[in-house]
């Protein structure tokens, strides 16, 4: 029997919704009362059964804990999982991505605020700083956005264990191929309109979340900061693909874990109101790449709530995988049909940070 | 001189990151800093000092800590003298929504 794990992080606490038909949820919750939950991890590697969270408390600061029997019991490292070195006079204040490496088992990497990218090698219990994009000479130019100056996207390849792909806002994406040495800017064809001198530079780019392509690895889909753009170079130069959209303005984009050219938006009106088009809660969802679009919203409400970078997500589920929505006001959504229905998974929740799916088999 | 103690009185919603207790002491023969009275009280119990200060050692914004009933934030922060025979209160401030 299939079961499905919802990790669904809110400003006030993680809840796992727990189900075995994706149609009725048992929701478990809340652990870390009172703190924003802003990064899960669900990691089945090597036989774990691992979740990862990243959260912050208002008044006790940012920590990372990591949970083996979903969520039972809680482990927190006793000098912290993620700590600035000393000579960088920097104090982490909060993790907002955790991705699990595609080539080794025992690999995580994490994004945080400030700008920081770190390497697990024990399966997330410590991390290390990558000191090539820490010392990057753009450091001192990247700005922060609404939600902090963050790398919010981390997209190792699956092909080039050397090379990877972070995104922060502003900043925008920057890539290596050297396995981490090195970082180059990766914005070509981003579009900047608020940089009041040059509106295409090489970076700055508020761009909010990159998804890669599970058929090209090399093909890659940004929700920016009015635009959406397909990179087929790894991110390096970028094409609009907004035309046919409702709106231009998003925070995320997720893309089918495993057919390619299919992906999902959930379009904002605009960057000065974040309501969703017609105050119709809805997905767009492309089978070309972008080229095309269509609207999919039955089953989601009329509201005036948005969705962030990181509340959409699909699961593992070897036939149709389910595609998850969860909103500012704190309600959840379900599609086992890639989004032409949904249903309501949760509802009367803290704002919706972020979700994260499992399926276990 | 003879030796005394300093205290540091814990909240309540951190008491289990300190085994339980509501204070912890700290031995001095003369003034320290407010900084060392807290590496000395915390030296056991890590996740607890990570709570109240960062990696840097400030103090959290959303934290204050008073001496002899004094915020140290207004006074001299992590440098604010503490005696022999102080009491060190850690409080969470009345903030978040």
Redesign the interface.
Known sequence: MTETIVGIGTRKGLWLARSTDRVSWQLEGPHFL?SEVLSLLFDTRAGRNRLLVGFR?????P?LQHSDDLGRTWV?H???SI??P?DT????KATWQLVADPHDDQVVWAGTEPQGLWRSEDAGETFTLNRGLWDHPHRPEWGEGAGGGAIHTVLPSPVDRQSMLVAMSTGGVYNTRDGGTSWNPGNKGIHAYFMPHDEWPEFGQCVHKVARDPEVPSRLYCQNHRGVYRSEDDGVTWQSIEEGLPTNFGMTVVAHPRRGETLWLVPITSDYQHVPPDAQLQVQRSDDGGRTWRTQANGLPHTWTNVLRDAACTDGDPDEPGLYVGTRNGEVYASTDGGESFSLLATQLPDVYCVRALTVA | MTGMSARVVIPGVLRDLAGGAHELTVDLTEPVSLGEVLDGAFEPWPILNSRIRDERGDIRRHVNVFVDGADAKRAQGVQTPVGPASTVHVINAVSGG
């Open positions: 009172m408390s208002s008044h006790w600061g920590s927190e006793p000098e912290g700590r600035f000393e006079d920097t104090a982490l």
